[in-house]
């Protein structure tokens, strides 16, 4: 079954610097990798996903992703970081057969200080 | 804002009673799913339903029973609930057949359970 890892439950950066929350991934063959944000008492937002092509991918508010093969990591960037980018960030997988949906990483807590 | 509509927002309930939760798209898309997430945790995989049919129960207990009546709505009955059961309930769609692989889910803001 497909999971993914986020190592960290708390990444704090300063308004202005690059932030980078990490992801990794575990499947059988080639993933479906997806990041969503969820600000308090809401639902999540998706943000960007990687299908296939190109291994930086751009998405919404300026985040960006880079998925590695070779270290199995997904990990979203931005290169300056806002204020109102103080989320719950979440990494999400599913694999390519038909057997399984959506699974998502336990989330990382991204709070970006004035 | 999002184009799926959960109601309602809050819901307080006793363990007998018996209540629903809606959701409703209009994306066209015809693979509905309900979440659960507690507090500081990741959403967890409850239903999928894919052509109005159910396609995934992640062994749920039966006192939730989901209920998909057209392609645009989705319900999740509620009876006898825990107080462990109290959550944020977490709607979502996305494409469904060979796309719904790549497809992003689109999620409610969701319903957040109280059972006393």
């Known amino acids: 079954a497909q999971s993914v890892a986020q190592p960290e439950d708390q990444v704090n950066v300063a308004e202005g610097n690059p932030l980078t929350v990490k992801c990794t991934y575990s499947v059988s063959g080639n993933p479906y990798l997806f990041w969503y944000v969820q600000y308090p008492n809401r639902g999540l937002q998706f943000l960007l996903k990687y299908i296939t092509g190109d291994n930086l991918v751009k998405g919404s508010y300026g985040f960006e992703a880079e998925f590695n093969k070779s270290q199995t990591s997904f990990h979203l960037k931005k290169p300056s970081a806002l204020v109102s980018d103080s989320a719950l960030y979440f990494c999400?997988?599913?694999?390519?057969?038909?057997?399984?949906?959506?699974?998502f990483g336990a989330g990382t807590r991204l709070t970006v200080k004035p | 804002d999002t184009e799926v509509t959960q109601t309602p927002k809050h819901l307080v309930m006793g363990m007998t009673n018996k209540k629903s939760l809606k959701c409703e798209q209009h994306?066209?898309?015809?693979?509905m799913y309900w979440y659960k997430q507690k507090a500081k945790k990741p959403p967890e995989l409850m239903f999928v339903?894919?052509?109005?049919?159910?396609?995934i129960n992640e062994s749920v207990p039966s006192r939730f029973s989901p209920e998909c009546p057209n392609s645009s709505l989705l319900n999740l009955h509620l009876h006898a609930l825990q107080p462990e059961d109290s959550a944020l309930y977490l709607c979502?769609?996305?494409?469904?057949?060979?796309?719904?692989?790549?497809?992003?889910?689109?999620f409610g803001e969701g319903s957040r359970l109280t059972v006393l």
């Open positions: 979502a769609s996305s494409q469904a057949g060979y796309t719904r692989r790549g497809g992003e889910l689109f």
């Open positions: 994306m066209g898309h015809r693979a």
């Open positions: 999400a997988v599913r694999d390519r057969s038909d057997n399984n949906d959506m699974r």
């Open positions: 339903y894919s052509y109005e049919k159910l396609s």
